[in-house]
């Protein structure tokens, strides 16, 4: 039962990592809004780093049925252990972080690097079907 949850997790996972490529394909300028608002409240902040524990634990959880069970467990506990150390991380650095990428992705550059979003995507869904 909790590895089917986590498997359906990860595919919805792996369809976030697609729908993420089209928007930075077809709008890259809507891309680098949405990166610019990473950590810009407390909301925003703390709603991202929770969310983001759903697929790390998912792939933990699954990693046993899929096809790259070490590989899944590693980028899981990296995902897992990494949310924790960012609700440490003043909110404020989190943002200025986030400011600073999006000044230096320029909209061309989303839509270069748009394909490793779909090819992760696929790839992540593929691994647990």
């Known amino acids: 039962m909790i590895e089917t949850i986590a498997k359906w997790t990860i595919i919805v996972f792996g369809l976030f990592f697609i729908f993420v490529g089209l928007i930075m394909l077809l709008k890259p300028q809507k891309a680098r809004e949405i990166l610019r608002k990473a950590g810009s409240?407390?909301?925003?902040?703390?709603?991202?780093?929770?969310?983001?524990?759903?697929?790390?634990?998912?792939?933990?959880?699954?990693?046993?049925i899929s096809k790259y069970p070490e590989f899944f467990k590693i980028f899981g506990w990296f995902m897992l252990l990494t949310s924790f150390v960012l609700y440490f991380v003043p909110r404020q650095l989190h943002h200025k972080f986030s400011l600073k990428a999006a000044d230096i992705l320029k909209p061309f550059y989303f839509q270069l690097i748009?394909?490793?979003?779909?090819?992760?995507?696929?790839?992540?869904?593929?691994?647990?079907?």
Not at 41 to 64: G, H, K, Q, W
Not at 119 to 128: C, F, K
């Open 41 to 64: 409240t407390n909301f925003i902040n703390y709603a991202e780093i929770t969310i983001r524990m759903i697929p790390a634990t998912a792939l933990i959880l699954s990693a046993n």
């Open 114 to 129: 748009s394909p490793f979003a779909f090819i992760i995507g696929i790839v992540i869904i593929y691994s647990v079907t």
